[in-house]
């Protein structure tokens, strides 16, 4: 199983370490989507920016 994670609000304003996070997820600007796999890190990256995006299963 894997993640659908869409970007739907917008990086400005927002900490560095959420920031970085979305970075690192490979989301830049809203609108932006990427499939992540199942494991504890991604989830714990959901989990830090759970207010800036959406997430379905692919």
């Known amino acids: 199983m894997a993640y659908k994670i869409t970007l739907v ?3 400005i304003g927002y900490k560095k370490d959420q920031i970085a ?3 690192s997820l490979g989301l830049k600007k809203p609108g932006d989507v990427t499939v992540q796999p199942d494991n504890a890190q991604t989830k714990g990256k959901i ?4 207010h ?3 997430v379905t299963e692919a």
């Open 9 to 11: 609000k917008s990086l």
């Open 21 to 23: 996070t979305a970075n």
């Open 52 to 54: 800036l995006i959406e």
């Open 47 to 50: 989990n830090k920016i759970i």
